[in-house]
């Protein structure tokens, strides 16, 4: 059984002091592949090297998140398009819009999150979305975007069966983590109504520890609390959970 983590910032400053073993621990656990999302470019060096550390397990994605959307995001693209022209990413992210944080940069936000949908066109790449507070702005964007080459993740998916519906209508997967084991996260009320198809696993660590580990560190091993309860809602095996994933997440990154 092949678990994949579509989401996991394993270059964080969380992990120095012990980032080999974290590693080892999922590796160990199954989960053998490692999606890894971009933030800004204060970030681009550690995941440069996070990649040449571990090359046969993690893949990167190139993009600017949304709450990195500042003064200077003008540049902060340019670092994105020129990685883009250089190598080779699995994917843009992660962008979208983030209204929590910082409601005053909306419009940019929206203006990066639009700029970024445009390279993932041209390059052929998949998108994944971050949307906190934001199913709203994130659909509208959505809306006018759309085309048969635009796909992806929503990641850390938190919505309502409404909106769950409304994301997969714009080829956009499910990115299911952590919330799907808190007693007051609510997708566990409806995701058994979505087909299997539209998930994929992550763990957006080290952020969303899942139950038991709820409030504490984040790391790809616990990938399995996820796929633990998927199993139980869906009255399926984690074997076979980990392998419709795991083939969901090939065919969005092509890897
Ligand atoms: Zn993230």
Redo the contacts with the bound molecule.
């Keep these: 059984m092949i678990i994949t983590d579509t989401?996991t910032?394993l270059y964080s400053d969380a992990f120095d002091d012990d980032r080999t073993e974290m590693m080892q621990r999922a590796i160990d656990a199954n989960v053998k592949r490692f999606f890894i999302?971009a933030i800004d470019s204060t970030y681009t060096e550690a995941m440069l090297q996070l990649e040449k550390d571990f090359p046969k397990y993690v893949f990167l994605m190139m993009g600017l998140h949304p709450t990195s959307v500042k003064e200077n995001y003008k540049e902060e693209l340019k670092h994105v398009e020129d990685f883009l022209k250089n190598r080779k990413f699995c994917a843009i992210g992660?962008i979208g819009i983030d209204l929590y944080w910082d409601k005053s940069t909306l419009d940019i936000q929206i203006e990066a999150f639009k700029y970024q949908i445009n390279l993932a066109k041209q390059y052929k790449l998949p998108i994944v979305i971050?949307c906190r507070e934001a199913f709203d702005e994130i659909f509208e964007v959505l809306e006018h975007e759309k085309s048969d080459d635009l796909y992806g993740i929503f990641?850390?998916f938190t919505g309502d069966l409404e909106q769950a519906k409304q994301a997969i209508s714009y080829n956009m997967k499910l990115g299911i983590g952590g919330v799907v084991t808190f007693k007051n996260g609510k997708i566990d009320q409806f995701i058994n109504q979505i087909d299997l198809k539209h998930i994929v696993l992550e763990t957006?660590s080290p952020?969303l520890a899942p139950k038991p580990f709820r409030g504490k560190r984040n790391e790809s091993a616990y990938v399995t609390k996820v796929l633990e309860k998927l199993s139980e809602l869906y009255n399926l095996s984690e074997e076979e959970i980990a392998t419709i994933t795991t083939e969901n997440s090939k065919a969005i990154f092509g890897i």
């Design positions: 989401h910032h999302p992660e971050h990641h850390c957006d952020y």
